[in-house]
């Protein structure tokens, strides 16, 4: 199993950034890829960023100009860098890693862990 563990929510002004962070541990070499995703009521988890590329969940074309994911150099850290936040980008945010490149799932990758999320507030 992989355990995925998120951190770096909170509450942060209209224009600003954040960066958040997810700690991957456990059986990290089942994962290939890890991504962001945040929870739309009705709508299901986004993505809002991904570390193998591609991706073609539609919401992901709106925010990529805006949120860049990365990981660190040991592979088991994904971080979300958010800038320009708006009032509307306040939800929870998770991390997700599994098997990719896959350009079949709109993610980009076949998720098969998730983290328990943080929470993004942006005032306006």
């Known amino acids: 199993q992989v355990q995925l563990v998120e951190s770096g929510g909170g509450s942060v002004h209209a224009g600003g950034s954040l960066t958040l962070s997810c700690a991957a541990s456990g059986a990290t070499h089942k994962i290939s890829c890890m991504g962001w995703f945040r929870q739309i009521p009705g709508q299901g988890r986004k993505l809002v960023g991904n570390?193998?590329?591609?991706?073609?969940?539609p919401y992901f074309a709106t925010v990529k100009d805006r949120f860049a994911a990365s990981r660190d150099s040991t592979g088991n850290i994904l971080y979300l860098q958010m800038d320009n936040l708006k009032f509307e980008d306040s939800d929870m945010y998770f991390c997700?890693?599994?098997?990719?490149?896959?350009?079949?799932?709109?993610?980009?990758?076949?998720?098969?862990?998730w983290g328990q999320g943080t929470y993004v507030a942006v005032d306006s």
């Open positions: 570390s193998c590329g591609g991706g073609r969940d």
């Open positions: 997700a890693a599994g098997r990719g490149p896959n350009n079949l799932s709109p993610a980009g990758f076949i998720v098969d862990y």
